[in-house]
């Protein structure tokens, strides 16, 4: 009888507890290569968005020129650190973890193989992050707008 009631009553509520298989599947990186060295992709990548008059640039970082001033030796690999208040505040109004992650970020680097990548935060990931919820249509436009600036550095 005990385990008819929890197979009955407990089971159900678990399954809904559990985040559903497209989300378990959702990559919360997404990745692009470029034809184009890391310097001219992440020039490209910063004049789509200072030509955006919605999106503002916060910082930029170069991480191999960093490393040379620490004395240190790696592949170029540079962050632009961006954003639209109007898009990420009521994100993190609904969790203020969410802070953690924004403003959006594109890192454009090199990899071993010596190939120019551009990786950025999938959006929908800081839904299932941070448990925030009723702002779908909010993540997809920050998503079609990352989308549409990295493609800016794929190619000339």
């Known amino acids: 009888m005990q385990r008819s009631l929890f197979l009955l009553f407990f089971l159900p509520v678990a399954l809904l507890l559990l985040p559903s298989c497209a989300e378990l599947e ?33 910082a930029e970082v170069n991480h191999q020129a960093n490393a040379a001033g620490a004395g240190l030796d790696m592949p170029p690999s540079r962050l632009i650190v961006f954003g639209n208040p109007n898009m990420g505040t009521p994100l993190m109004k609904a969790s203020p973890t969410t802070a953690i992650d924004l403003p959006q970020k594109i890192l454009v680097y090199q990899n071993e193989q010596g190939q120019t990548l551009i990786a950025y935060n999938e959006p929908a990931h800081l839904a299932l992050r ?27």
């Open 26 to 58: 959702m990559p919360p990186l997404n990745q692009r290569s470029s034809t184009l060295s890391v310097d001219q992709a992440y020039s490209q990548i910063k004049s789509a968005i200072e030509s955006n008059p919605k999106l503002s640039i916060m």
């Open 130 to 156: 941070h448990g925030i919820s009723g702002q779908a249509d909010r993540l997809q436009k920050m998503s079609a707008a990352l989308d549409g600036i990295a493609e800016e550095g794929v190619e000339e």
